[in-house]
C-alpha cells in the first residue's frame, strides 16, 4: 500500500487501521524446524527459523545454523530466551544450547555436552533443568542450566533394562519421550522398547532432580511413544507407534489408568505403518495424530466433554513419512513436517468440525523432523 492510499484510508475511516494493523501483526510468527543433516538427498546444516504469516502462508528464512549434527528436537525454555537441541549421533551424541534473539531469530551458539546415551530423540526443559530422552541409550539425562545458557554435565544419568514382543524394535528399552506433568510435579518417560511409561517425582532444586515414583504397563507390543497433557493434567493423550492406536488415559497423584483405545489404522487393512506425533488444540476440542510408511496420513479426533475421543477424520499428509506437527496460533492451521518429502506442508483446520484441507502451500525444508512456533513456545 502506497503511503498516499495509506493516508488517505486513514483520513476517511481512521478507525480500520488499528484493527488491520493489529491482524497484521497477530498473523506474524517464527517457526523452528529440527532436521536431520544425514540426509542422502539434500543438504541440511541442523536448525532452521522462518518468519511466517498465517494469513499468505508466506515464509522468510530468517537464520539457520551450521554443521549441527542432527538436531531433530528442540525445545525453547520458558523465557524464550534460549533454545536446546538434541544431536543425534550414536555413541557422540550431544545436547547443544543457544541464545535466541526473537526479534531476529538469530541462534547463538552458548554450549554443547555429551549425553550418556544414544542417540537422544526429545528434550524438555525448565529454568533448572535439560531433561533428554536417549532412545538407543535406553536411558534418561539430566543437565543443569544456569542464566547464560551454559549446561552442566549430566547429573543424574538413569538407564532402563527390558524388551517387547517386537523382535526388531523392542529388543530393548528405547526411551522415546520426557514430558512434564501439567503441574510440574511429575516427568513421564514413553519406553517404546519395553511398552512401559515410567512416571517419576520431580525435585528441580535436587542435584538427582528425577525420583522413581511407579510406572504403567501398555498392550504388549504396542510401543509407547509420545504423550499430550489435558490442561486439566487429568488426562493422557498417547500415541503407540507400533500398533498404531491412541491411548486415552487418566492421570491421579502420578497414576496411570487406561480408559479408552481407538485405532488409527483400519482392522481390515494391512500395511506398513509408525505412529508418530499427537497435539491438542488450544480450547482441546480436537486432537491430531500422523502416521508414517504406507499410512503417511493424519487422524482427527473430537474430545468429548468427558475427554474421550470420537474420530472424524483421516486424510494423506500429502508427503512421506510425517514426522512432528504443530498447531499455529490463531489455530487455524496445521504444519507438518514430511522428513521424506522435505517439506513442511500447510494445512487448513475448521474450528467448528476440526477436519484439515490441505492448501498445497509448503515450507522446503531438508528433512524436516520437528517444528514449533516461537510464539507458543512449542
Not at 498516499?4 to 476517511?12: E, I, L, T, V
Not at 482427527?300 to 506437527?325: A, H, M, S, Y
Request: aromatic content about 10%; glycine content about 6%.
Amino acid at each position: 500500500m502506497t503511503v498516499d492510499a495509506r493516508n488517505g484510508f486513514r483520513f476517511r475511516k481512521s478507525f480500520i487501521i488499528p484493527i488491520l494493523f493489529m491482524a497484521s501483526l497477530s498473523a506474524q510468527n517464527k517457526i523452528i524446524v529440527g532436521t536431520y543433516t544425514n540426509s542422502k538427498d539434500c543438504n541440511s546444516g541442523g536448525i532452521y527459523v522462518f518468519d511466517f504469516d498465517e494469513n499468505t502462508y508466506d515464509y522468510q528464512l530468517k537464520f539457520h545454523t551450521d554443521n549441527i549434527i542432527n538436531p531433530s528436537f528442540v525445545s525453547l525454555s520458558p523465557d524464550r530466551n534460549n533454545l536446546f537441541a538434541v544431536n543425534e549421533n550414536g555413541d557422540k551424541s550431544t545436547v547443544t544450547a543457544f541464545k535466541m534473539d526473537g526479534a531476529t531469530g538469530t541462534l547463538t551458539k552458548t554450549d554443547e555436552k555429551p549425553t550418556k546415551g544414544e542417540d537422544p530423540c526429545f528434550l524438555i526443559t525448565d529454568q533448572d533443568n535439560i531433561i533428554v530422552a536417549n532412545y538407543s541409550g535406553g536411558s534418561i539425562n539430566v543437565f543443569k542450566r544456569s542464566g547464560d545458557a551454559q549446561l552442566s554435565e549430566v547429573v543424574q544419568n538413569i538407564t532402563f533394562s527390558g524388551k517387547g514382543h517386537h523382535p526388531e524394535r523392542q529388543e530393548k528399552s528405547h526411551i522415546h519421550q520426557v514430558q512434564f506433568s501439567q503441574d510440574h510435579q511429575y516427568v513421564l518417560a514413553t519406553d517404546l522398547g519395553s511398552d512401559k511409561i515410567y512416571v517419576f517425582k520431580y525435585n528441580p532444586s535436587d542435584r538427582e532432580p528425577l525420583e522413581k515414583f511407579g510406572e504403567f504397563d501398555t498392550k504388549k507390543g504396542s510401543g509407547p511413544r509420545h504423550v499430550a497433557f489435558n490442561k486439566k493434567g487429568n488426562l493422557i493423550y498417547l500415541v503407540q507407534e507400533l500398533s498404531g492406536d491412541l491411548s486415552v488415559l487418566s492421570f491421579e497423584n502420578g497414576n496411570l489408568k487406561l480408559i479408552q483405545e481407538e485405532t488409527l489404522i483400519s482392522r481390515n487393512v494391512h500395511f506398513k505403518f509408525r505412529a508418530a506425533d499427537v497435539h491438542l488444540t488450544d480450547k482441546e476440542d480436537f486432537l491430531y495424530v500422523t502416521n508414517r510408511d504406507d499410512a503417511d496420513d493424519i487422524t482427527t479426533f473430537k474430545i468429548l466433554d468427558n475427554g474421550l475421543v470420537q474420530k472424524v477424520q483421516q486424510i494423506k499428509t500429502t508427503g512421506r513419512n510425517p514426522r512432528n506437527f504443530a498447531i499455529s496460533p490463531n489455530n487455524r492451521l496445521v504444519l507438518i513436517a514430511n522428513q521424506d518429502t522435505n517439506r513442511i506442508n500447510i494445512f487448513t483446520r475448521d474450528a467448528q468440525s476440526g477436519k484439515l484441507t490441505a492448501t498445497r502451500h509448503s515450507i522446503p525444508v531438508c528433512a524436516p523432523v520437528n517444528v514449533i512456533f516461537y510464539e507458543k513456545g512449542q
